[in-house]
């Protein structure tokens, strides 16, 4: 737990400063952005948190997994198309689709750094 949260930490402060390091040289990030950092640093440390309790029950851990699985793609399309409801005449198109792309982008940053820290941790123990 204690890796993935420093793992989520590290991957969220990266996210963070790229968006503020874009707003210095351009035009302002929208807060939108770096709520969506925090928005998946959240969801997946309580998944993190979830899996631990479950750790050395391999059924319950697999059914956990596919459960918190589940509903993170739930809330995460839940949070794009509130996204693009709230945002409508307000942005236009392009940023919609900036948006998008750096939503996905978060999606499999944080999907591949936390399921390669499982799989590790799996192999070392």
Not at 32 to 50: E, H, N, P, R
């Amino acid at each position: 737990m204690k890796k993935q949260l420093i793992g989520n930490a590290t991957l969220s402060l990266i996210f963070i400063s790229i968006c503020w390091f874009i707003s210095l040289m351009s035009t302002a990030v929208d807060l939108i952005y770096y709520l969506s950092v925090g928005f998946y640093f959240t969801l997946y440390t309580a998944q993190a948190a979830i899996l631990l309790i479950a750790k050395n029950q391999p059924s319950k851990f697999i059914i956990l997994y596919n459960m918190t699985s589940i509903l993170k793609m739930i809330f995460s399309a839940t949070f794009l198309v509130l996204y693009f409801l709230l945002s409508k005449g307000v942005h236009e198109t392009q940023e919609q689709i900036y948006f998008s792309l750096f939503f996905i982008m978060l999606y499999f940053s944080f999907l591949l750094l936390n399921a390669r820290q499982l799989f590790r941790r799996s192999h070392e123990e």
